[in-house]
């Protein structure tokens, strides 16, 4: 069955970085998107960007491309989102979800990982 | 960049009630939209996908409809457990913008 699981909640201080992993299995981790997401506390859904595993190519959210890195490794069929320059707006849960390589839409998610920006 | 605009941001209505849900693209998206639904504390979940198809284990009071820059996610008779928010998302290529999300209650 298909699994996608993250790793685990960080505190950081501003200024910091963080780098969130998300594993895959059950499934050809090559042929699907892996997208992620952001969710503020009591707020929406934010896309934040996505990769496509089998070339490696991205494609970022504008409101934080400077900021935001995202790679994989096709050994371990992890991806990685590494956000720097943290602020306290990104305190949040952020998802990766598998993204359909046809329609795009977004049928497993991660758990989730909360990120905690403080001082 | 595609903004994705949903309203209203919240309703409350009876069970039994038909809710529709509106989601408007500010350019044209053809029928790439998805509908996702998130209860409180829970990941989304998906519910349509290319304006209108079914995702497979989902209720069939709930559907989808339109095209180019104007959709609707209709429950055709509200039950307690889809209290929930839900979400469009622009899927013709990204970015892939989320709507800002309709909260559903029971009144």
């Known amino acids: 069955q298909v699994q996608v699981v993250q790793s685990g909640a960080e505190v950081k201080k501003p200024g910091a970085s963080v780098k969130v992993s998300c594993k895959a299995s059950g499934y050809t981790f090559t042929n699907y998107y892996m997208h992620w997401v952001r969710q503020a506390p009591g707020q929406g859904l934010e896309w934040m960007g996505t990769?496509?595993?089998?070339?490696?190519?991205?494609a970022y959210a504008q409101k934080i491309q400077d900021r935001v890195t995202m790679t994989r490794d096709t050994s371990t069929s992890t991806v990685y989102m590494e956000l720097s320059s943290l602020r306290s707006d990104d305190t949040a849960v952020y998802y990766c979800?598998?993204?359909?390589?046809?329609?795009?839409?977004?049928?497993?998610w991660g758990q989730g990982t909360l990120v905690t920006v403080s001082s | 960049d595609i903004q994705m605009t949903q309203s209203p941001s919240s309703l409350s209505a009876s069970v039994g009630d038909r809710v529709t849900i509106s989601c408007r693209a500010s350019q044209g998206i053809r029928n790439h939209l998805a509908w996702y639904q998130q209860k409180p504390g829970k990941v989304p979940n998906l519910l349509i996908y290319?304006?209108?198809t079914l995702q497979s284990g989902v209720p069939s009071r709930f559907s989808g409809s339109g095209s180019g820059t104007d959709f609707t996610l209709t429950i055709s008779s509200l039950q307690p457990e889809d209290v929930a928010t839900y979400y469009c998302q622009n899927n013709n290529g990204a970015p892939l913008t989320f709507g800002g999300g309709t909260k559903v209650e029971i009144k």
């Open positions: 979800a598998r993204g359909d390589s046809g329609t795009y839409r977004i049928e497993y």
């Open positions: 990769i496509y595993p089998s070339t490696g190519s991205t």
């Open positions: 290319t304006a209108s």
